[in-house]
């Protein structure tokens, strides 16, 4: 009984399913392909319309007066305060107005205020020339010295300020010191907008500029056609173009530049006068280099000025003497120094070669320099200038302890108003001694060396093997409007 029903059932679903089946397979396959043959209409695409405006509807007094609001724009400053600094030592005194007559010189092509707005542009170079970048260069750099360095240093550009001449300059030899002037007020991130030095680093610009001939050599005042003074000049304008961007100084720099370009040797030296003898001078163009450097990194479109750059390279370490470590101040007859040691391997080091076999003997030779102010050596402002620049760009354990040497000496050793009398007049000799060249040499020198900390920080790090370009990402553009 129960095998009949079983089989009558599967009969029954045989039958039922067969057909059914099938046509529950045939669905399935018309729906698969009524999928793939369905598609998605393309969205419509936004519709733009164009408005054609006549001319004559626009409103150009309300143009101008949104320009004028643009003008008006509030000061923008560094929002963060410098680093505190001590002042045990007597503040610098009140200074009075400065109200002196503009210099005798046409200036029909230049504006310096109006031809921009005079910003400070951080570059690569310049990035610890702001407030926030002096806190953190001193912080980490100065360690303990650096709220009494600070400190000397502004006493020393207060008193730049008071002593700068009625036409803009510093003297003796006007050229040379009114550019280490400048550079010691741009080295402090001040521009002609700062609220404070503004109206003396413009001073010091026009009279610079002043002094340039057709030629593009700063040579008028004083009888200074010399490299010396040139070089510094140039430096001293390639910085500030470098720093504002003032349109004007463009080409001033560029022409100073081209002769610094011109009067180079073949084998990459420099010698008074720019000679093309066989004489070549370490010193001298330790300060062409600087200015080289320094336009190179404003941007300045010099035909050769890498090529020149490169050359030097070779000049400056075809006079290392292997055995020392140390540098010649001429040829291989010539004396080793610390002065000429230090600002040769500060030229390697701005030019991409710091890591360089001879800037490293050079650095060791240097390992016992002195910065002692009652027993110096001669040339001491020139070369401690050059051996903290040197040592800085090293780093490390040398420089720590050159740090610890040099800070308190040159604090303990200030004036009382701010200036400096160079450690030279203790010397016996009259060679070297340095007095001779007056008091804004000497506080010029030791300012810049006081500012080491923040000067060259993101450009002249130890590690560089090649100059910075002039595009780099991180370029940073404080503008004071």
């Not at 005194?93 to 109200?99: L, Q, R, S």
């Not at 750099?141 to 002593?163: C, D, H, M, P």
């Not at 700063?218 to 304008?237: E, L, R, V, W």
């Not at 090649?466 to 404080?478: A, C, F, R």
Request: net charge negative; proline share 5%; aromatic share 8%.
């Amino acid at each position: 009984m129960n095998m009949n029903v079983r089989s009558s059932m599967r009969m029954i679903i045989d039958h039922v399913w067969g057909p059914t089946g099938s046509v529950i397979l045939h669905v399935l396959v018309v729906v698969a392909l009524l999928r793939l043959v369905t598609y998605k209409p393309l969205e419509k695409a936004p519709e733009v319309e164009v408005v054609i405006m006549d001319p004559d509807a626009v409103d150009l007094d309300e143009f101008e007066k949104e320009l004028e609001q643009l003008e008006d724009r509030p000061e923008i400053v560094d929002t963060i305060a410098p680093p505190e600094v001590s002042f045990d030592m007597e503040q610098p005194p009140d200074v009075a107005d400065f109200n002196s007559p503009e210099p005798d010189v046409s200036f029909d092509a230049l504006d310096i205020r109006s031809d921009v707005a005079s910003p400070l542009v951080m570059r690569g170079l310049f990035q610890g020339r702001s407030a926030a970048g002096r806190e953190g260069a001193l912080r980490s750099y100065a360690g303990q010295w650096g709220q009494f360095t600070e400190s000397a240093v502004i006493k020393a550009l207060e008193w730049l300020k008071r002593n700068q001449s009625p036409d803009g300059s510093w003297g003796p030899n006007k050229t040379a010191m009114t550019g280490l002037g400048l550079l010691t007020f741009l080295a402090h991130g001040e521009t002609t907008s700062s609220e404070k030095y503004g109206e003396t680093v413009e001073k010091a610009m026009r009279f610079l500029i002043s002094q340039q001939d057709a030629e593009g050599r700063f040579c008028k005042t004083d009888n200074q056609p010399g490299p010396y003074a040139h070089g510094i000049a140039s430096y001293a304008i390639s910085e500030a173009y470098g720093l504002t961007r003032i349109p004007s100084l463009k080409p001033v720099m560029e022409k100073a530049i081209q002769i610094i370009i011109n009067g180079q040797q073949p084998k990459g030296g420099w010698d008074y006068n720019y000679s093309k003898g066989a004489r070549r001078d370490s010193s001298v163009g330790a300060w062409q280099i600087q200015a080289l450097k320094a336009a190179y990194i404003a941007g300045a479109e010099n035909r050769g000025l890498k090529e020149a750059m490169d050359k030097a390279v070779e000049d400056v370490k075809s006079v290392h003497d292997a055995e020392t470590g140390r540098f010649r101040y001429t040829d291989d007859k010539s004396h080793r120094t610390d002065s000429i040691t230090g600002l040769c391997i500060l030229a390697l080091q701005l030019l991409g070669h710091g890591t360089s076999r001879e800037a490293r003997a050079g650095l060791q030779a240097l390992s016992g320099a002195s910065c002692d102010w009652d027993k110096p050596a001669e040339w001491p402002m020139y070369a401690w200038y050059y051996v903290t620049q040197a040592k800085f760009h090293q780093g490390g354990q040398s420089w720590a302890g050159w740090n610890a040497k040099f800070a308190r000496v040159y604090v303990k050793n200030q004036n009382e108003d701010g200036s400096w009398t160079s450690a030279g007049q203790n010397l016996k000799e009259e060679n070297g001694k340095e007095v001779h060249l007056g008091p804004v040499y000497s506080t010029t020198l030791a300012a810049l060396t006081l500012q080491v900390y923040y000067r060259f920080l993101p450009t002249y790090k130890p590690i560089a093997v090649e100059p910075v370009t002039q595009t780099d990402k991180d370029d940073v553009s404080v503008e004071i409007l």
